[in-house]
């Protein structure tokens, strides 16, 4: 029984997320292969590094966020790709579309998938894949969301963990208490923001203490749509705020103003980006080269909106899990040891894992 992990895309720094599992339950079963995420480019012209590996018998995408289901605009549509209802909606047409719950398991090519809710965007899960003893991949993850739940996984001796802030460990509340600050600027703030991910977030929290000043893109994740979402995919504490915002049209003059998509490059954002003597625009992601540009020359600000894991959220998971091997995704690690004394000495540089499962031969040293 052989377990194998060839990490195509997304080890060693934030890129398109890319991996291939291939599982042979006995040395005269057939190899069953399957690619988890299928990410695109995060910058213009930029290629996404990967290609579609041969005889793949499913696709899984975790999120519907261009450095994870990017690249299914080339994919074969005669490959089955998973997802959650949710996230179809904004996948391409061509695909051979097969449904995933949010939090249930389904069964693929006679293999067990666990899914469940991964805190980090709209309909997005994490992968939880019954060979050998589990592979779990997170996609992109947080515990501190307030609209997206966390749903904790089963234990599985391979972790595949989003890692994207590295070993940082602020908290969400302290990243909001900065965010205030901006609120007293001249200027309207413009947030670029994932449409499906923290711009409906950002809308509860700015009304939840009783600033109403905001408007949301037509592009965004409206509450109507949170509301209408399967239970398990929202935050039960939050559906008394989406209920309380309903049916508010976009205005352009708001305070606040939360639009897609987050690089600023199309929709509202891209419009309102030529407007700097108006709006002041805060990044609160990943940003691109322009982004990049604009905030060292102090044209735009930049304040993390916590969606990936923090340290201790890694440390917890990685407790909970139980795994012999976990691969960080999505970040430079520079010092091994450091993240072996921050997350236990079950953590990996390598981007190829095999893992026997009947002998567990895997050397954690290599």
């Given amino acids: 029984m052989k377990v194998c992990v060839d990490i195509l895309s997304g080890a060693g720094r934030k890129t398109a997320a890319a991996i291939l599992v291939t599982y042979q339950a006995s040395p005269h079963a057939r190899t069953l292969r399957f690619l988890l995420d299928a990410g695109g480019a995060l910058e213009v012209g930029e290629d996404k590094g990967w290609t579609q590996p041969n005889d793949l018998d499913a696709i899984f995408i975790s999120h519907d ?29 061509h695909l051979n579309l097969q449904t995933l719950p949010v939090c249930g398991m389904t069964l693929v090519e006679g293999i067990e998938v666990n899914t469940g809710s991964a805190g980090h965007s709209f ?32 234990k599985a001796s391979i972790a595949l963990l989003d890692a994207s802030y590295g ?3 602020n908290s969400l509340e302290q990243c909001k208490s900065a965010l205030v600050h901006y609120l007293n600027d001249e200027r309207a703030l413009l947030m670029p923001v994932p449409q499906s991910g923290r711009a409906l977030e950002i809308a509860c929290w700015l009304t939840s203490f009783g ?12 509450p109507e749509s949170a509301l ?7 935050c039960t504490e939050a559906r008394p ?14 305070k606040v ?14 419009v309102l980006l030529h407007q700097p003597e108006r709006y002041l625009p805060v990044y609160t992601g990943h940003l691109p080269e322009h982004a990049r540009q604009a905030v060292s020359e102090d044209r735009a600000h930049f304040e993390r909106w916590n969606v990936h894991p923090r340290k201790q959220d890694l440390q917890q998971l990685v407790d909970h899990l139980n795994c012999r091997i976990c691969a960080p995704l999505f970040h430079t690690m520079k010092d091994l040891n450091e993240w072996r004394q921050a997350l236990g000495p079950s953590v990996t540089a390598d981007s190829y ?3 026997d499962c009947i002998e567990l031969d895997y050397d954690l040293n290599s």
Avoid at 125 to 153: A, Q
Avoid at 243 to 248: H, P
Wanted: some cysteine; glycine content about 10%; aromatic content about 10%.
């Fill in 167 to 169: 070993l940082y460990d």
């Fill in 228 to 234: 209408a979402a399967p239970i398990e995919g929202i």
């Fill in 211 to 222: 600033f109403d000043d905001w408007t949301l893109g037509e592009d965004c994740l409206s």
């Fill in 241 to 254: 705020i989406l209920e309380r915002i309903k049916s508010q049209a976009f205005n352009p003059n708001a």
């Fill in 123 to 154: 309909g997005g899960v994490w992968l939880h894949l019954n060979v050998g003893e589990g592979v779990f991949y997170s996609g992109d993850f947080s515990l501190e969301s307030t609209l997206y739940p966390f749903t904790m996984p089963p």
């Fill in 257 to 270: 103003v939360l639009c897609g998509d987050p690089d600023g490059m199309s929709g509202e954002a891209a």
């Fill in 353 to 355: 894992i095999e893992l």
């Fill in 65 to 93: 966020h261009q450095d994870h289901m990017g690249g299914l605009d080339d994919i074969d549509s005669k490959v089955p790709v998973y997802a959650t209802l949710l996230v179809q909606q904004q996948l391409p047409s």
